[in-house]
């Protein structure tokens, strides 16, 4: 076909025939691909997924979805989550994840080899970072894992006929486990919950009331509550303490602890955030003390910024076959690769980069503990080694020396948690001047109201610290003496946030512009309160719970009787209110309050500054809500009007057009006809036009409206007055704001100045404009009455004799009524 195509003379006929041959092999191209299809179709599945079908997508496609689900569609959205920092050391951990996939195909001898090398290398590094002699580790996942399998352990060396008789054995002696009230929330239920015991078998130890920090374990009561149990037939077997309590970073009296677990055969376990100065170079005694402990949990993630590493769980114990049962070792060489990523990280940062990292968050946390002690209105969570009281009545000296030394709090290093919280300045004055008081024990003295109002303040504080400085990774907490505080814990969010100084040094800053706010919030309440309650047609609700000034709620003044449709009417002028005050020019913020605990039907104002004119709020709200209930009134009567009118105004057009029917007659109606006699004896129809009045509810003839037009014709009439009673606002000033005291006194000083000088000008002018106006309405021959500036109704012409003659007598009344015009402005001058 090619070879008689270029045989032609013709090119553009063998330019057509290649046209038409690829033409032909498209069609049959598709036709072929569309039976393909059709006869894969036959063989599918219709219960398989879309992404599944077929033979796959390829890389491009799937790494997009990916990218897709992590950071979403939208860029602006995506840039406000918290990414974590992945530096290099991070490309090592998830280059160890990579590498434990490909090492897990390898024959089993190489495989056995190399995990084994890599399990005992990283055990091996981390005993002699954390000072943690002879110790085994157990890397896991949940880093509430470690614990669980500690207990295991320690239930199969307690209860040596455990692994054959099962729970049976539990039940003559059932084991205690004793967890501080400072420890994570969750953590007792979670193990017995693992292990299938029952919920008494674990006991919460209170913290300190009398001595030391209100979050260490107390001592002295763990003891009694140790012989109660012994007494009562069980087995304490376990005791979970802090080194570093999630709340305040506080660590527990870990070497009395363990003195105690000693002589009562029990394990100490330890866990905390304050583990990680382990590593640094002076550590202090308390948290030196967790190296004796039977075990510990470190996350190591989130210190050293490493994502997805495991957390470890360093434990002692002489019999590997119990630690095989409790599942803390495994024969299987694929499971000792967790230890791979950690591996590849510790060897990239060594020791310096580990003290480094660890010694950094600690630096931070005291550069923000400086600037918090310059702010009076700022309270840290400090341990305070002073007792409660000293009674030395009755006892021996000998008691009394041991009370002190009960009291005296080990040498403290400065935790790397930072929790802090605003309070009244009444009550740091008193927190202050109580020396022999813990600052919780005078916090728990404070009126309840006062004290939720606080934690509300602090929660807003803390969000709003949150927002502004996301790096910073402060969050807020609850606990249990203090209340709401905000918390800043480098080492665990330092290095996966990249925090900086100048990011503290700019949440400081952040703080220090924020308290003005909360304390003008705290002094405006009252009077907002009280300003509310003088107020007719509003009601104050009293919600502690809310950050800011405070919520109204406007009264509608209807008597319908159905409580729904009241409730209803309600709703709605609350919503109409609130749309018209945050349509308002001004700084505050009006919301509905909380999603879930709020009032209904309510307006809740935001935090405000010092300068708020409150009256002048209270007025507005007030003023809006009586507007809108007005109108909402209005529409409401408005249906009804308006159907009455339409059923008066068809009765009256019917009336009208049988009165039209009998003064015109039957023949007028006839189509041929009644034009007939239209042309020959026009007939003028006495039906008036009807208008309805909305405002009155009234239908009134249309004679008066067409006499409205017509003067509307001949001119426009004037504007009608209005008169708008708003307080005068100087350019740029926002809605409830207070005028400055100084711009007022110099505005009056330059009033008083010039007041002299401003009445005799006013007087000039008032004589002047009189002589000109009286001598301009005779100036015309021709001159016109004006109303209003608009209608000029003409006035005959007068001979020139009158005219000059009314001149002249204009003339002489201005010059008899000077003197008496001079007394008044005399009169004037004195008042």
Known sequence: METSLEKMVDPTLAEMGRNLNEAMKMLEDSQREAEEEREKKKYARKDIPGPLQGSG????????????????????????HRLQNVGEQGHMSLLGHSLAAYISVLDKERLRKLTTRILSD?????????????????????DREGLLKVCKLIIHSNYEDYATEGFNVLHNKPPVLYISAACRTGLGQYICNQLGLPISCMCSVPCNTMFGSQHQMDV?????????????????????????TPGAGHTDKLARLKELCNQYKMWLHVEGVNLATLTLGYVSSSVLAATKCDSMTLTLGPWLGLPAVPAVTLYRHEDPSLSLAAGLTTSQPVEKLRALPLWLSLQYLGHDGIVNRIKYASQLSQRLLENLRKLSSIRTSEVITKPKELTFTGKSVGNILGNILLAIVEDEFNSPVVVFRFIQ??????LDGAQYQTAAVQESTKDSNEREIDDALNRWLGEQLGQLVPTSGVDVVELEDEGVCIRFSPL????????????????AKCLKTKIPILISTL???????????????????????????????????????????????????????????????????FSTGPEFEGEKNCIYVGMVTDNLDVPELVET?????????????????????????????????????????????????????????NWLSPVHSSVQGRSFNLAGGSLESTDKLYALKAQASEGSPPPTPTIIHTKHKSPGQKLFRRSSRTSASDTVSETSMGHTEEMEESQTITETTRLEGENEVHKSPTSSVQLNGDLEFPRPPQPEGKAGGTSNDTKVAHQTSEPAEAEELEKEDLR
């Open 523 to 589: 002094q405006l309440r009252e009077e907002f309160k009280q300003e509310v309650y003088r107020t007719a047609g509003l009601t104050y609700i009293e919600d502690l719970n809310w950050p800011g000034l405070g919520a109204v709620r406007y009264e509608a003044s209807s008597e319908e009787p159905d409580p729904e449709k009241q409730l209803l009417a309600m709703e709605k002028i609350t919503t109409g209110l609130l749309k018209k005050l945050k349509e308002l020019d001004s700084d505050l913020i």
């Open 425 to 430: 300045d009444h009550q740091k004055s008193a």
């Open 122 to 142: 990283t055990t091996l590094w981390l005993c002699r970072l954390f000072r943690y002699e002879n110790g085994s580790a157990y890397y896991h996942e949940d």
């Open 621 to 677: 709200i007030a003023a809006l809500g009586r507007e809108i209930e007005e109108s909402s009134k209005l529409l409401e009567n408005m249906t009804e009007v308006v159907r009455k009118g339409i059923i008066e105004a068809e009765q009256q057009l019917q009336k009208a057009n049988e009165a039209r029917l009998l003064e015109e007659g039957l023949l007028r109606q006839l189509p041929v006809v009644g034009s007939v006699l």
């Open 220 to 244: 002295a009561l763990l003891e009694r509550l140790i012989k109660d149990d012994i007494e009562c037939g069980k087995l304490p077997v376990l005791l979970v303490a802090n080194a570093g």
């Open 492 to 507: 665990m969010t330092a290095a996966v946030l990249n925090t900086t100084p100048e990011h503290v040094d700019q949440l």
């Open 57 to 80: 997508q390829n890389m491009t496609a799937i790494l997009q979805l990916v990218q897709n689900l992590m950071h979403g569609e939208d860029e602006e959205e995506s840039q406000s």
